[in-house]
């Protein structure tokens, strides 16, 4: 006769610990984990008073619905857990349900070490983020923790955000660094707020593509536009054309070009923005065009030192936060010139270093260059990326093609 095993039944509840009242008058919420008439409480990161935490244990709660479904999610991950063990002992629930004890941590704490984490690896605009993103939701909700993070606090956000004229794509950008330091700290997936929307998760918004192309046209008007010799106007707009004749190539990229990068008549570079994220980093190949060399010789540093830069910008030694700052300032330059040129020619568009990025894919694009080039090109890490970026580029494409059905009405 075979023995049965005997499933140990564990019962689980979201428990008020009246026995200790606080400062401010509130009681620690605890899940409460019964077995065998043992009883063991599990904290949580919230303190409510006798009302609000019944408040939080109605079916359908009309305040404090946020904590209520934190509290939910505490109480089912600990259920699926019995539910999983072949023999409920509390030393094997325990090891298994604390392994989620940073959902209490501090989502300000956390991003201002990743922060600093970014700081030293030199990666201070990201840094910046992180540090910019704590401060906004601190704002909105002060000492919040990751237990606080659902997708309804996360809608509150967003909202919040657009009603205070902040940009949907400041939000996507926030909450990107959020979503982070959440993989970082590996906070259970029972709590884990962020994906696909019919799953009823929290999908992070990405900005409007808004298109920042110029034709062929507009573009030759700008590199024949007769700016004043050795001004910084004559220097943007052949910084700008440099950009657009070399890849698409960004503002960071470009201050940290060096000698060494020619090599024939190719100008290789690796990506700031991608080099630390792959363990192969893409080195992007330029074809050195006579225009290319021109603004070389014209505004480059004469050497013959490999390690020298190209053009006289940054420097050795320099450090990322003061390398930062060049890079802005040569930004702001190449803009602000670059918008006035653009409103002198009677372009339409206020145009910036990043058109000439998007100049470059939709000019390739439209002259019928394969996608898989233009994405090698751009040093996209897969054509998909390409794809996307070049998506509003089609629809252009679309209306300008089909303008022939109607061509004799």
Not at 70 to 89: C, G, H, M, W, Y
Not at 359 to 387: P, Q
Request: aromatic share 10%.
């Amino acid at each position: 006769m075979k023995n049965k095993t005997i499933k140990i039944k564990a019962n689980v509840a979201a428990y008020l610990d009246s026995r200790r009242v606080l400062k401010d008058g509130t009681y620690p919420v605890k899940i409460r984990v019964t077995s065998q008439r043992k009883r063991v409480y599990y904290p949580t990161p919230y303190n409510l008073t006798i009302s609000d935490f019944a408040e939080t244990q109605k079916k359908k709660p009309k305040h404090f619905i946020e904590i209520a479904e934190s509290l939910q999610d505490f109480e089912r991950k600990a259920n699926d857990i019995i539910k999983k063990l072949p023999v409920f002992t509390f030393d094997l629930f325990e090891n298994l349900y604390l392994e989620n004890r940073g959902a209490s941590d501090s989502i300000k704490f956390a991003l201002e070490q990743y922060a600093n984490e970014l700081r030293s690896e030199k990666r201070v605009g990201t840094a910046i983020i992180c540090e910019s993103a704590a401060k906004s939701l601190e704002s909105f909700k002060p000492d919040l923790k990751f237990a606080d993070i659902t997708k309804r606090f996360l809608v509150k956000y967003e909202n919040w955000m657009l009603e205070n004229e902040r940009s949907i794509n400041t939000v996507g950008i926030y909450l990107r660094a959020l979503r982070t330091v959440f993989n970082l700290a590996k906070i259970d997936k029972s709590l884990y707020p962020f994906g696909e929307e019919s799953k009823g998760l929290y999908s992070i918004p990405n900005g409007k593509n808004i298109k920042k192309s110029l034709t062929m046209e507009n573009i030759a008007k700008i590199y024949h536009y007769k700016a004043n010799t050795k001004t910084d106007e004559a220097m943007a707009k052949d910084y700008w054309i440099f950009l657009y004749l070399c890849n698409g190539m960004n503002v960071k990229d470009f201050c940290l070009l060096k000698r060494k990068n020619i090599e024939g008549k190719l100008l290789k570079f690796e990506r700031a923005k991608t080099k630390r994220s792959r363990k192969e980093s893409k080195t992007i190949e330029v074809s050195l065009k006579p225009q290319t060399l021109e603004i070389i010789k014209k505004w480059g540093t004469p050497s013959i030192s490999p390690e020298s830069y190209i053009f006289p910008h940054l420097y050795k030694g320099v450090t990322a936060v003061k390398e930062r700052e060049i890079v802005q300032k040569v930004t702001y330059i190449i803009n602000r010139h670059m918008r006035a040129i653009s409103k002198e020619l009677e372009i339409g568009i206020s145009v910036t270093s990043y058109f000439a990025r998007h100049s470059f894919a939709s000019i390739l694009k439209r002259s019928g260059t394969n996608v898989s080039f233009i994405s090698d090109a751009l040093g996209h890490s897969s054509v998909s990326t390409t794809e996307s970026y070049l998506g509003g580029f089609e629809e252009e494409a679309i209306h300008k093609t089909t303008d022939a059905l109607t061509a004799g009405f």
